[in-house]
């Protein structure tokens, strides 16, 4: 059994179980004028193609517009860093407005949603780039061996198997084999799980685990049972 480990991101890098990404439509952000009546009750508009975070702290708390705007801020990194690469997403962040009403102080923080795109799309490419240095590795294995069929069983993702992330990386790990000499074959419906089957040199499984002290890290270990025993390797 051959073993092959990638990290990837558990929020940018991967789509599927976890949260869904925001939409935003793109058209003129309001100026600073249209917001002279605006208090922190009622319906506040946000610039519809920005991403927003409002907080609200009590005008009786010592510094309370400052205080506001450091958690509209800090609340809108957190929620689209979850604690990875934050340092390379607030300096994009900036205070769209700030009012105050007899209770409370509210400050609005927003970020550009193409912003968060290109945020989002840098740990995807450097996850696929690990995922064709994984399929590297496996062709150089199973042509070693004079062999090149290669079937995906699954993945297992946290404890559960299958599900959206799981067919997304199955997705990503095939488009992956298809750019090296391997030949991607389809399991039989009725396969056991147990003796290769006909056809079938190897068979590629997936499993996705969480880095311990990094929960915002997923780690996905590809184990390639060519129907015999053999040492692990580790990347």
Same mark, same amino acid.
């Given at each position: 059994?051959?073993?092959?480990?990638?990290?990837?991101?558990?929020?940018?890098?991967?789509?599927?179980?976890?949260?869904?990404?925001e939409?935003?439509?793109?058209?003129e952000?309001?100026?600073?004028?249209?917001?002279?009546?605006?208090?922190?009750?009622?319906?506040?508009i946000?610039?519809?193609?920005?991403?927003?975070?409002?907080?609200?702290v009590a005008?009786?708390?010592?510094?309370?517009?400052?205080?506001?705007?450091?958690?509209?801020?800090?609340?809108?990194?957190?929620? %689209?860093?979850?604690?990875?690469r934050?340092?390379?997403?607030?300096?994009?962040?900036? @205070?769209?407005?700030?009012?105050?009403?007899?209770?409370?102080?509210?400050?609005?923080?927003?970020?550009?949603?193409?912003?968060?795109?290109?945020?989002?799309?840098?740990?995807?490419?450097?996850?696929?780039?690990? @995922?064709?240095?994984?399929?590297?590795?496996?062709?150089?294995?199973?042509?070693?061996?004079?062999?090149?069929?290669?079937?995906?069983?699954?993945?297992?993702?946290?404890?559960?198997?299958?599900?959206?992330?799981?067919?997304?990386?199955?997705?990503? %790990?095939?488009?992956?084999?298809?750019?090296?000499?391997?030949?991607?074959?389809?399991?039989?419906?009725?396969?056991?799980?147990?003796?290769?089957?006909?056809?079938?040199?190897?068979?590629?499984?997936?499993?996705?685990?969480? @880095?311990?002290?990094?929960?915002?890290?997923?780690?996905?270990?590809w184990?390639?049972?060519m129907?015999?025993?053999?040492?692990?390797?580790?990347?």
């Open positions: 059994m051959k073993r092959f480990v990638v990290a990837m991101c558990l929020v940018v890098g991967c789509s599927g179980n976890e949260g869904k990404k939409e935003a439509k793109v058209v952000v309001p100026t600073q004028a249209s917001l002279e009546g605006s208090k922190c009750l009622g319906n506040r946000p610039p519809t193609n920005y991403l927003q975070e409002t907080a609200f005008v009786s708390e010592d510094n309370a517009s400052e205080r506001a705007k450091t958690k509209a801020v800090t609340t809108l990194r957190d929620r %689209i860093c979850q604690g990875y934050c340092s390379e997403i607030e300096p994009q962040i900036t @205070l769209w407005n700030t009012q105050q009403d007899a209770v409370q102080v509210c400050a609005m923080a927003v970020v550009k949603a193409s912003a968060v795109e290109s945020f989002n799309a840098a740990p995807r490419a450097s996850f696929d780039s690990d @995922l064709i240095q994984v399929a590297s590795e496996l062709e150089g294995v199973l042509l070693t061996a004079k062999k090149k069929r290669v079937s995906i069983d699954n993945v297992h993702d946290l404890g559960i198997d299958g599900g959206p992330r799981a067919e997304w990386l199955v997705d990503r %790990i095939s488009t992956a084999i298809s750019k090296t000499n391997l030949e991607l074959v389809r399991l039989p419906p009725d396969w056991d799980g147990l003796k290769l089957p006909k056809g079938v040199d190897a068979v590629l499984r997936g499993r996705v685990t969480r @880095l311990h002290g990094r929960e915002s890290m997923l780690e996905v270990t184990n390639l049972d129907g015999t025993s053999s040492s692990r390797r580790r990347r």
